[in-house]
């Protein structure tokens, strides 16, 4: 299992700027394909964002497509989430995950089924 630790969390005012990053350790990071799920007080949690084993493609929800700017680094063992223009409706806890196989695969997985690795989650918050 890919132990996942999430950070950059905060409060910060619509249009403004924040960047998460989701340290991995146990299991090689390298093979997995990685995500970003958010949930909203009294919603469901949702996919964000999500990236291929090697960083090279790149995939959205269409609510933050253009504004948020997922990427890694495979040799710092880390995800990161650029979001900007942000806007009271991101206000969420934000988790990042990664997938269950490590088969260094080029899906673009959504479903958090497909993801067996969570962080902890942290808290964004978008005041307007």
């Known amino acids: 299992q890919v132990l996942l630790v999430e950070s950059g969390g905060g409060l910060v005012q619509a249009g403004g700027s924040l960047r998460l990053s989701c340290e991995a350790s146990g299991r090689t990071f390298r093979g997995h394909a990685m995500a970003w799920f958010r949930q909203a007080l009294g919603k469901e949690r949702e996919f964000v964002a999500g990236v291929s084993w090697s960083g090279g493609s790149t995939y959205y929800a269409d609510s933050v497509k253009g504004r948020f700017t997922i990427s890694r680094d495979n040799v710092k063992n880390t995800m990161y989430l650029q979001m900007n223009s942000l806007q009271p409706e991101d206000t969420a806890i934000y988790y990042c995950?990664?997938?269950?196989?490590?088969?260094?695969?080029?899906?673009?997985?959504?479903?958090?089924?497909?993801?067996?690795?969570w962080g902890q989650g942290t808290q964004v918050t978008v005041s307007s």
């Open positions: 995950a990664a997938d269950r196989w490590g088969d260094y695969g080029h899906q673009h997985r959504r479903l958090q089924t497909d993801f067996g690795s």
